[in-house]
């Protein structure tokens, strides 16, 4: 395994990989593209991203770019139960709790 793939793997484990967060509003959708060693690098991938959204009629586009652990890589909104959320669906730049106590500190 070449170094820079055992660099990334430790990054992504440890949380500071940077991930390309793209929210679109039709579908209402969350994906995420990564990881990425550095920030620049993933502003660098992020045109070819958009594109290939775009040329599927997504609508709506929000970038973020961010180092995070994403549970998920696609995150449709409109498969979500209406009882999965406390009031209304969270903001479309914030993915949901996955934690299924959320707030609780998990006991060992």
């Not at 660099?7 to 940077?18: D, F, H, P, S």
């Not at 045109?47 to 994403?70: F, H, M, W």
């Not at 999965?84 to 959320?102: D, E, L, W, Y």
Request: hydrophobic share 30%; charged share 20%.
């Amino acid at each position: 395994m070449p170094l820079e793939d055992i660099a990334l793997t430790l990054l992504e484990k440890l949380g500071l990989a940077w991930w390309i967060e793209v929210t679109t509003t039709v579908p209402h959708c969350t994906y995420f593209f990564g990881p990425f060693a550095s920030k620049s690098e993933a502003e660098s991938c992020q045109s070819g991203y958009l594109e290939d959204l775009e040329d599927e009629g997504a609508t709506g586009i929000t970038v973020n770019i961010k180092r995070c652990q994403p549970k998920e890589l696609t995150i449709l909104w409109e498969e979500r139960p209406a009882e999965s959320f406390k009031s209304a669906p969270p903001p479309t730049n914030t993915p949901p709790s996955r934690s299924p106590n959320p707030g609780r500190i998990p006991q060992n």
